[in-house]
C-alpha cells in the first residue's frame, strides 16, 4: 500500500518554507519529516498532497506532488513527527491521541485536498483498528527550533544505525563527556577540533568536513558534504552541502547553504539554497527576555518562546554585515542588504527596505532575474536548474507576487 504525505491548512501556513516546498520536505531533528515516515513505514513515499503552486517541485528523493490519492493508500499528515520503531498493524495511526495517518478507504480527490482541509479521519475505514505512535505535532513553523535538542537526541542514534561507521577514527579524535560521537565512513576531522559530548551526541555524515579549531557541540548533526569551519556549533541540524562558519546554536540548515564567514547564527532556520553575507548576525534573545513574536500569514503571534532568532526561506540572501532581531522573518527568494532588516521581509523582495519594521519598502526581484541568479549559484554546487526547476521557481514566484498583490519593478 502506497504511503502519501499531506500538508493540511495549517501546514500551508508555515511560511517562509511553505512557499517554495511541502511541509514533508523541512527538517525536524535530525531528519525530514517524509523520511521519518517513509523509515517508519518502510517503503518509499509515492507523491505529495501540497499546495496548488508546488506542483513542479522536485528535489532528489522527494516525491512527485500529486492531486489524488488511490482507495488503500496510506496518507500521513506532514504536521506529525512520529516515533515509533515499527508500522503498527492497524488502520488509523495516532499520535497524542490525535488521527496522524490512515489506510484511505476512498480516494482523495483533488477538491477535497487543495486548501488542505481534508480530515483524514473522514477517509478511515469504517471501524478501522487503532494504533498510537508516539511522536509530537508541529502546531506552529517555530516548532521546529523549539524543539530541535530534544529530537535531535533522539534522532541521531536512530540515524546512525543504519550507516556504515569509522570506528577507526574514533581514537584520533578529541571529545568531552559521555554521549556517543557517530563518524560515518568517508567523514573528515581535521586536527584540533573537539566534539563536546556532554549534553547529547554528534553525528557528521559521509564527505562532510570538520576543520580545525571547530567545538561541535552534542546534540548535532552534520549532514553529507557539508563543511564547518572554526567556531563553535551547538545542538544544530546541517543538510547536506552546507558550508558553515562563525557560531551556530540550537539552529537548522536545510542544505545547499552558505554561510562561510563570520556572524552569530542562533535558534533559527535556514531554508536550502540560503546565502547569508559576511558578518550577518541574528538576535535571538530580547533585552527584556520576553517571549518572542513573529510574523506569520494570520497577523503576529507570541510564539511562547524566550528563544528565537531569524526563519529564512529557500534562496533568501542577506547583505553584509546586516543585523536581523529576534523573531525575522525572510521570504523566499528575497535578496535584502542594508544595516537591518524589518521583522518581516517579504518573499522575493529586493533592496534595503530603510528599515522601516514592515518590508513595504522593498522592490519585487523580477523573475528572469532571479532564475538568473539561481542558475549561478545553483551552478557553483554543479547543480543544474533544469526545466522542471524553472517551473516551479516561476509558479512560486507568482503565487508569491499575487498574495502580495505586487508586481516585478
Known amino acids: 500500500m502506497p504511503l502519501y504525505l499531506y500538508d493540511d491548512a495549517q501546514a500551508r501556513t508555515f511560511e517562509p518554507f511553505?512557499?517554495?516546498?511541502?511541509?514533508?520536505?523541512?527538517?525536524?531533528?535530525?531528519?525530514?519529516?517524509?523520511?521519518?515516515?517513509?523509515?517508519?513505514?518502510?517503503?518509499?513515499?509515492?507523491?505529495?498532497?501540497?499546495?496548488?503552486?508546488?506542483?513542479?517541485?522536485?528535489?532528489?528523493?522527494?516525491?512527485?506532488?500529486?492531486?489524488?490519492?488511490?482507495?488503500?493508500?496510506w496518507i500521513a499528515n506532514s504536521r506529525c513527527v512520529p516515533a515509533a520503531a515499527a508500522w503498527p498493524a492497524a488502520d488509523i495511526l495516532l499520535c497524542l491521541g490525535r488521527v496522524a495517518a490512515v489506510r484511505a478507504a476512498r480516494p482523495a480527490e483533488a477538491r477535497e485536498c487543495e486548501a488542505g482541509r481534508l480530515?483524514?479521519?473522514?477517509?478511515?475505514?469504517?471501524?478501522?483498528?487503532?494504533?498510537?505512535?508516539?511522536?509530537?505535532?508541529?502546531?506552529?513553523?517555530?516548532?521546529?527550533?523549539?524543539?530541535?535538542?530534544?529530537?535531535?537526541?533522539?534522532?541521531?542514534?536512530?540515524?546512525?544505525?543504519?550507516?556504515?561507521?569509522?570506528?577507526?577514527?574514533?581514537?584520533?579524535?578529541?571529545?568531552?563527556?559521555?554521549?556517543?560521537?557517530?563518524?560515518?565512513r568517508g567523514a573528515t576531522v581535521e586536527p584540533h577540533v573537539v566534539f563536546d559530548l556532554r549534553a547529547g551526541p554528534v553525528l557528521v555524515r559521509r564527505g562532510a568536513t570538520v576543520q580545525a579549531f571547530t567545538r561541535v557541540v552534542g546534540p548535532c548533526a552534520v549532514g553529507e558534504g557539508s563543511t564547518v569551519v572554526a567556531d563553535r556549533i551547538a545542538a544544530s541540524s546541517i543538510g547536506e552541502r552546507c558550508k558553515v562558519h562563525g557560531e551556530l546554536s540550537v539552529s537548522i540548515v536545510l542544505g545547499y547553504t552558505n554561510k562561510s564567514h563570520d556572524g552569530f547564527v542562533g535558534h533559527s532556520y535556514l531554508g536550502r539554497w540560503v546565502?547569508?553575507?559576511?558578518?550577518?548576525?541574528?538576535?535571538?534573545?530580547?533585552?527584556?527576555?520576553?517571549?518572542?513574536?513573529?510574523?506569520?500569514?494570520?497577523?503576529?503571534?507570541?510564539?511562547?518562546?524566550?528563544?528565537?532568532?531569524?526563519?529564512?526561506?529557500?534562496?533568501?540572501?542577506?547583505?553584509?554585515?546586516?543585523?536581523?532581531?529576534?523573531?525575522?522573518?525572510?521570504?523566499?527568494?528575497?535578496?535584502?542588504?542594508?544595516?537591518?532588516?524589518p521583522k518581516y521581509v517579504p518573499p522575493f523582495a529586493w533592496g534595503d527596505a530603510g528599515g522601516d519594521g514592515t518590508g513595504d519598502g522593498y522592490d519585487t526581484f523580477a523573475l528572469d532575474k532571479f532564475i538568473e541568479?539561481?542558475?549561478?549559484?545553483?551552478?557553483?554546487?554543479?547543480?543544474?536548474?533544469?526545466?522542471?526547476?524553472?517551473?516551479h521557481l516561476t509558479s512560486t514566484h507568482a503565487h508569491a507576487l499575487t498574495a502580495r498583490g505586487s508586481p516585478a519593478r
Open 275 to 341: 546565502n547569508i553575507g559576511a558578518g550577518t548576525i541574528t538576535s535571538n534573545l530580547k533585552n527584556t527576555y520576553g517571549a518572542v513574536q513573529l510574523w506569520t500569514p494570520g497577523g503576529v503571534r507570541d510564539t511562547g518562546l524566550t528563544f528565537l532568532g531569524s526563519l529564512i526561506g529557500d534562496y533568501a540572501r542577506t547583505g553584509i554585515g546586516m543585523r536581523l532581531t529576534t523573531g525575522t522573518v525572510i521570504g523566499a527568494g528575497a535578496n535584502v542588504i542594508g544595516a537591518s532588516a
Open 119 to 184: 480530515a483524514l479521519d473522514a477517509l478511515a475505514p469504517p471501524g478501522g483498528t487503532r494504533a498510537e505512535i508516539g511522536g509530537r505535532w508541529i502546531e506552529a513553523v517555530w516548532d521546529y527550533v523549539g524543539g530541535l535538542p530534544e529530537q535531535l537526541a533522539a534522532d541521531i542514534p536512530v540515524v546512525a544505525a543504519a550507516l556504515t561507521l569509522d570506528d577507526a577514527a574514533q581514537g584520533a579524535v578529541t571529545r568531552i563527556g559521555g554521549h556517543p560521537l557517530y563518524l560515518e
Open 373 to 391: 541568479v539561481a542558475a549561478r549559484q545553483m551552478a557553483r554546487r554543479e547543480v543544474a536548474l533544469d526545466e522542471g526547476g524553472r517551473r
Open 18 to 73: 511553505a512557499a517554495t516546498r511541502p511541509v514533508s520536505e523541512l527538517c525536524a531533528g535530525a531528519m525530514l519529516t517524509r523520511q521519518r515516515w517513509v523509515h517508519l513505514a518502510g517503503m518509499p513515499a509515492a507523491g505529495s498532497l501540497a499546495a496548488p503552486h508546488l506542483r513542479d517541485f522536485a528535489e532528489p528523493g522527494a516525491p512527485p506532488v500529486v492531486d489524488r490519492v488511490p482507495a488503500g493508500s
